[in-house]
């Protein structure tokens, strides 16, 4: 198994690099493998959905693109083999939909419940990382370099970010931070 994380903040070049690594193992000598776009953003509003364009157009048309903004551990279980690239793009977003998914009211200030999809799914992805063939790259944020959100839901969805983001990177034989377009790996050594 081989696991990148690649994350950085919006804008950083973060998806863009996620996919040139997806294409160097794609088009590796004696490879032969397949690439599985797996998407985690769902198209709510005109904004959003320029924004999936906009990744649509920068990718391959080839690869396969899944669409799944919950259960993500089943989808790479499906996916998994030796010779199957997995790109995710992207963490954040997942962590959202799992945090939003029963539609519930969040107070604005006191102690949040993190909602059992979310933590079902968490501890789903982590134990599938552990164990899953083949090649898997996810994108996530780093939305904790700013200034401490106001409201409590937006308070628990950094520190959420940030823990999802260590669990991944401590199991990731590859941590790659993207600043500017350009990557700094902070885990394991950079492909040829």
Same mark, same amino acid.
């Given at each position: 198994?081989?696991? =990148?994380? #690649? ?14 690594? $997806?294409?160097?193992? %794609?088009? /590796? ?9 797996? @998407? =985690? ?15 649509? /157009?920068?990718? *391959? @048309?080839?690869?396969? =693109? !899944?669409?799944q903004p919950i259960a993500l551990a089943e989808v790479l279980a499906h996916y998994a083999a030796p010779d199957c690239v997995i790109l995710v793009d992207c963490l954040t977003v997942w962590l959202s ?7 519930? %009211?969040? *107070?604005?200030?006191?102690?949040? =419940?993190? *909602? ?16 899953? &063939?083949?090649? #898997?790259?996810? !994108?996530?944020?780093? !939305? ?15 520190? %959420? ?6 669990? !991944? $990177?401590?199991? @990731? %034989?590859?941590? #790659?931070? #993207?600043?500017?377009?350009? &990557? ?9």
């Amino acid at each position: 198994m081989s696991c =990148t994380l #690649v994350f950085g903040a919006a804008r950083s070049g973060k998806s863009r690099y996620a996919e040139q690594l $997806a294409v160097q193992a %794609e088009q /590796a000598e004696q490879a032969g493998k397949r690439v599985v776009y797996v @998407a =985690t953003a769902g198209s709510q509003d005109g904004e959003m959905q320029q924004r999936i364009a906009m990744h649509r /157009a920068q990718r *391959p @048309a080839h690869w396969l =693109t !899944v669409e799944q903004p919950i259960a993500l551990a089943e989808v790479l279980a499906h996916y998994a083999a030796p010779d199957c690239v997995i790109l995710v793009d992207c963490l954040t977003v997942w962590l959202s939909n799992c945090l939003f998914v029963q539609q519930q %009211e969040f *107070p604005e200030v006191g102690q949040i =419940t993190l *909602p059992e999809t979310w933590l079902t799914q968490r501890a789903a992805l982590l134990a599938q990382l552990e164990r899953q &063939p083949g090649q #898997v790259i996810l !994108v996530s944020n780093e !939305v904790g370099m700013g200034i401490v959100p106001m409201g409590a839901i937006s308070r628990c969805f950094v520190d %959420e970010s940030g823990r999802m983001n260590q669990a !991944v $990177a401590a199991i @990731a %034989e590859q941590v #790659v931070w #993207v600043a500017a377009g350009l &990557p700094l790996y902070l885990k394991g050594s950079r492909p040829c």
